[in-house]
């Protein structure tokens, strides 16, 4: 008997319809043997809703409430799809993040999953239990009900997958799987069957939405065989395992990301230790940084420029307009109106010909390279929002994907 | 410093305004020197919305699913309530039934209290938070969420009352206190200043609408002092002790109950076991009964007569179908287009002339009696519908309250 986690996000339980389509795909896994332990999101809107109504009373509420009243979306949906399922006439039961054992530590909003007591759904399983388990939360040492933020729901199927020790971990979206690009933008993109944790990870972070990275993290730091497919269609969908056959691949995707600011501070003195208080400024105010590139010292100063998520920019900018006074720089410039545009694949490095193809690429299709950041395993470049498009069908066509 | 717990019902924290009118109530208590415990119910119509969400994917859902569904109603008007006194910038910490140590028996839907852990709630206590505590619900020893069902906030605010040894119960309702009959039907109504526990009691079961009968005997049990009064006015309201002046008051008030069905079965055998075996079946199938009445015998058989909540019709009717044909009686009547009139008040049955006055008061007014019942501090009889008004103001008058 096989072990199968599958987790729905909330478009896929956002009304009566899709929640009866989602509770058929686990009663169908159910019925051929395996054991199903379920993660759900809030329906639909829910969250959104259940924010509204917290803003309306108080914009600084604490982050301990909010958690307190947004873990109630999931706790609507388990239930509702733990009733569905008893419609059609199999064992379930629903199960809290608390219940289900998830301990986080204490940063409410953003709490990240350390243990998880896998007791009581073992125990549930052992009665041949279809397990339904709130995602996006759990509680911390105290017993307060803490949420694990953006893309929390993934993390917590891995989180549940690697604990239970699952067989399959199947992220079920909107889409039935990896694409070497964004069908939505590029019409010839097509989907894969298989890539490896780390091409996976480097096309999550860079936008391409499927999945989130904490999620592949944690599935690549324990093994978690994860299957991204779509809860509308039939269709297989795509395996992200450790290794895939590596020689055959080199190019796996393009990807865009268009939630970019790119902040500069030009002419700051070039001295050690300036961008250690840049960046370690940033980072003890959460600012996370994405691309740095400095540009080569010259009368003496030099310009650093670094890319952020858009939320972040107010106050990476208020941070730098201090920092621009006390070092006597020339200024503070931001910019967001901008894409960052990628191609992924294993082996990339030892092929020098990638990144000049890429930037032909761009090139013939007039595209202005802003910025470039390389890895080992992907290419970034910066460009004009508008261009954002152009530039990635120009380079999925470059590379015949 | 004393400890006062107060209990806020859904019509209290039905949107912004109110949730503000609350906390300021809530905050005030606690600026006067109060430790405060608040027991909060769901919003407005949330729970009949919740059941509704359910009802569409499954009417028979398991009372256990519901459980989990409906206990999100009050986790939302705590956190809200929580962020409206954060908003007034008083500490405040936010427990759903589990957190605040609510531990109950398995009988989801109508689960009754084993016991309080109290210890967090104390702990909150002594960092001088305002703690504000989901009303309703808890969970069982399986960690399985529980709500109390009708009634459930008040009793949830009556046992943490008396598990913390509380100095004072405030309900908080829509009304300002205990009257001599509903007001909203007897105009010369007048509300009382104080009323024994078992006074209360009768006036509870009797359908006065203002506490549940669960909350008032717990009160008793644990000599809780309550005290009944309302969110939207600064008026004084009724104090529930266990002994207030006996000798001066005779009625206490009048209450009606149209949620009142009578069944009877009619001729059966005048032979001892009779009656065992209809209400021990009726207790069986969990069918609350009221009065009861049994005809004198005549050629030997008898009719016995009782009185059920209406949403027990159909499940009684069908007990009483089997048991005529087992008893070969003559068959089975019901009416429910009743209503129970009552009054209440200490020291009743040592004035006989209580009965006769009240009989009275109804013949004058032409209310025909189809049922009487009596009981050490109240007479109930059984009347029409449509003479229900007419019966509790003619009564009201008769005995001047």
Redesign the interface.
Known sequence: MNLVVQKFGGSSVKD?ER??NVARIITETYQKGNNVVVVVSAQGDTTDD?IE??L???E???K???D??L??GE??S???L???I??LGFPV??L?G??AGFLTDSTHGAARIRRINKE?VDNELSKRNIVIVAGFQGINRY???TTLGRGGSDTSAVALAAALHADLCQIYTDVDGVYTADPRLVPNAHKMDEITYDEMLELATLGAGVLHNRSVEMAKKYHVNLEVLSSLTQNPGTKIKEVVKVEKMLIRGVARDNDVARVSILGVPDQPGIAFKIFSKLAACKVNVDIILQSIGRDNTKDISFTISRANKEQALEIMGDLNQQFGANGVVCDDNISKVSIVGAGMQSNPGVASKMFEALSEANVNIQMISTSEIKISVLVALEDSDKAINAIHDAFDL
Chains 1, 2 share one sequence.
Do not use: P, Y
């Open positions: 009566k929640i009866f259940l109504k917290a309306e009373i108080n600084h509420a604490s301990r409430e909010m307190v009243l873990s109630t706790q609507i388990i239930a509702l733990a009733m569905a008893e419609k039961v629903s809290t608390w219940q009581r017993d307060d009900i």
